[in-house]
Each structure stands twice: as C-alpha cells, then as structure tokens.
C-alpha cells in the first residue's frame, strides 16, 4: 500500500473528517464540477532513506492537503475542514492500514482565493497544508 493509498483510506475511515467532506477526498486531482467541500491529496515529495547496503525500509515524503470549499463561509470551511484533518494527522504515529507512520508533522500552511467566472459572488477558498511523513517501506526481494 503507497502513503497516499493509506492516508486517504485512514481519512475516509474518520467520521470527523467525512462528517464534512462526506467521501470526497480525491487522489491528485478531482473529478470536473465535484461537490463542495472537497478534499485533494498529493505527494509532492518522496525520498527513500538509504545506507551503504542499499535501502533501509524508512521513506521520508512530504505530502500536500488540499482543502476546498465555495459558499458564503468558503474560506472559514476550507480552514475548518483542514484543522480537522490537522487534528487526526499531526503529530501521529503508527499504523494507516499496514503502513507504520513513525512520524507526520505539519511542515506549513496557507490559504488561497480564486474569484467567480459566472459572475456571482461564489469564490472559491483553498487551505493547503503539507506534511513531512516518515514511514516504514518495504524493501524490493527481487523475486
């Protein structure tokens, strides 16, 4: 199981988080017109931890949250749907499935605005977040 797979499976297994996202919590992209709020994962960067033997079975990938809202309270909901994620990630450690997580911290934060195309007053707000994961990877058998 990749980190993202596990992350978004320990997402979608939170009712605090589906309590507003309901099951839109997409990988790398989401769907054309999706439903607001929303929720995008995507790994940014992934760098395996090495020793003179080859790899060591620690990866250490810093992975963006992407989080979606458009309604009069846009920006208040991204920002909500974010701390709660905040809350069930930082500072975590141990299983997402069968990936041990030795480690997820939140590295930074920001949020973001686009103005309406249609000429209404519905903006859309972005609050981004990344975090540093450090977890355990299998190591290839070559079998």
Not at 102 to 115: A, L, N, V, W, Y
Request: hydrophobic content about 35%; some cysteine; proline content about 6%.
């Amino acid at each position: 199981m990749t980190i993202l797979v596990a992350l978004y499976e320990w997402l979608i297994a939170s009712s605090y988080v589906t309590a507003l996202t309901s099951t839109r919590i997409y990988c790398e992209k989401a769907p054309q017109n999706p439903t607001f709020p929303y929720v995008v994962l995507g790994i940014d960067t992934s760098n395996p931890t090495n020793h003179l033997g080859g790899e060591s079975g620690h990866e250490n990938t810093i992975v963006s949250i992407e989080c979606y809202a458009r309604d009069p309270k846009g920006a208040l909901n991204a920002g909500t749907v974010a701390e709660v994620i905040r809350n069930r990630i930082s500072g975590y450690r141990g299983l997402w499935g069968d990936v041990y997580v030795q480690e997820c911290i939140r590295e930074s934060s920001f949020m973001t605005s686009d103005p309406p195309r249609d000429g209404s007053d519905n903006w859309t707000f972005r609050n981004v977040s990344t975090y540093g994961i450090h977890f355990n990877q299998s190591i290839p058998s070559f079998v």
